[in-house]
């Protein structure tokens, strides 16, 4: 797995990396994870049931996204996957730099590939255009792609000149013991409006800002507790201040994983104001607690919860106070019933379903034939007049590193790193498990 997100980041992305390596380091399989250094957090740890992160120390130029260097990751990569006896590589998320290179040399050297895209892009503003022509690049030489939703899909498929059928969609999904209910955590006295999110444009904080005072007017026993972080804090802040509204807007400032459950337990409704939204894993999460869902209906938003979880609003001022005010008067009539919620989630979403649909993506990439140099530069050239020219240079750059990397590095003199001994762990815990029992 290789993304520029994971922990100790916080987001959709890391949670998903996570919960889809442990299912499927329960299913037998061996799972690393390749990301950049966060801070000190250089090297090789180890999580959970053995998981193993490489940290590899790179430049971060914006929200933990790396500097694109096209090569300079190529001869650590190249070490890894040797070392660790890499079979099959899988990118997460367009926005990383780390996973597109990723790919890329992988396939140079002859490895399966695929990649899970977690995002929705337009087409008109020029970040997107950039995005979606590095992701063509990406795309036009692997075996799989995997979306989180079917708006996704569409998009994806869109943005990437892709074969629909070389695209599958497997959702995101919650561990629903980590979000039981807590129904003695609300304050009853006001009825608690949650948001969390990462704090930035494209989750709508403008939006929320905008929406918050007007809320507070109209409803004088409603408060609001924002858990996250990110460059739209100042705007929240001054909204605070402008409006007086300290002792009714909380900011809790960034959370660990652990701290999102009981966040949303003291919450009654669950705020989400995304401008655009693949999948968004924060509702699932808020479901399972209890809490009452107001969404923007954007992206893929629609196809996660049944209706009676969720109150949609346009992306507008207007219709989202509307939403809001609706949930409200449902929560002090007393239609919402927390553990329902709870039950039907834990019905509606596993990572072990998650996982074993993944395993079939990664079955049938592993029958497909490796193309060869030519067929690959066939597949570049044809991604534009001129970019197609580019990319094939690109491509014929990174064989001949490759090749000089086989000589100057040969693969019979690179240490195999010992397999974490996962069975062993298992019986070990499950020994210390009755031991505590007995």
């Known amino acids: 797995m290789v993304s520029d997100f994971f922990y100790p980041n916080m987001g959709g992305v890391e949670s998903h990396l996570y919960q889809l390596s442990q299912r499927l380091i329960q299913r037998g399989h061996k799972i690393i994870i390749i990301t950049h250094s966060y801070g000190n957090r250089t090297g090789i740890r180890y999580l959970t049931n053995g998981l193993k992160v490489y940290y590899v120390p790179h430049m971060v130029i914006y929200s933990e996204a790396t500097l694109p260097t096209i090569y300079g990751f190529f001869p650590i990569f190249r070490n890894i996957v040797k070392r660790e006896k890499i079979d099959i590589v899988h990118g997460h998320q367009a926005f990383s730099s780390l996973c597109h290179e990723a790919i890329l ?20 503003d020029a970040s997107s255009i950039l995005t979606n022509k590095l992701l063509k690049f990406t795309l ?18 869109l943005r990437a000149a892709l074969n629909p059928q070389m695209v599958s969609v497997i959702p995101n999904a919650v561990v629903a013991s980590q979000f039981k209910p807590d129904p003695g955590a609300q304050d009853p006295n006001f009825i608690t409006i949650v948001v969390a999110s990462r704090l930035v444009y494209r989750k709508g904080m403008d939006l929320l800002v905008a929406a918050i005072p007007r809320i507070c007017q109209m409803h004088s026993k409603v408060k609001f507790i924002i858990g996250g972080d990110g460059p739209k804090r100042i705007d929240l802040e001054q909204m605070r201040e402008k409006y007086l509204l300290h002792d009714r807007v909380e900011l809790v400032g960034t959370l660990m994983q652990h701290e999102v459950r009981n966040l949303l337990t003291k919450g009654h409704i669950f705020l989400n104001t995304s401008l655009t939204e693949a999948f968004c894993i924060g509702i699932v999460e808020a479901a399972c607690c209890g809490l009452l869902v107001v969404s923007t209906k954007v992206g893929g938003v629609p196809e996660v919860l049944p209706k009676h979880m969720i109150i949609f609003a346009k992306p507008e001022e207007d219709d989202l106070v509307n939403a809001v005010g609706r949930a409200i008067e449902m929560i002090r009539l007393k239609e919402v019933i927390p553990i329902k919620f709870h039950d039907e989630i834990k019905e509606m979403y596993s990572w072990v379903n998650v996982a074993e649909r993944t395993e079939k993506v990664y079955d049938a990439i592993w029958k497909m034939r490796i193309p060869p140099l030519m067929e690959r530069l066939r597949r570049y050239y044809g991604c534009g007049l001129w970019a197609g020219k580019i990319f094939c240079i690109l491509i014929a750059i990174d064989y001949l590193i490759w090749r000089f990397l086989e000589w100057l590095f040969p693969e019979q003199d690179i240490e195999i790193a010992p397999a974490f001994p996962y069975q062993k762990y298992n019986k070990m815990c499950q020994m210390a498990d009755k031991d505590d029992d007995d």
């Open 140 to 157: 036009s030489d692997i075996d799989h792609v995997i979306c989180v939703s079917h708006t996704s899909k569409e998009n994806t498929v």
């Open 105 to 124: 040399h992988s396939r140079t050297m002859g490895m399966k590939a695929c990649f899970t895209d977690h995002s929705l892009f337009g087409f008109a």
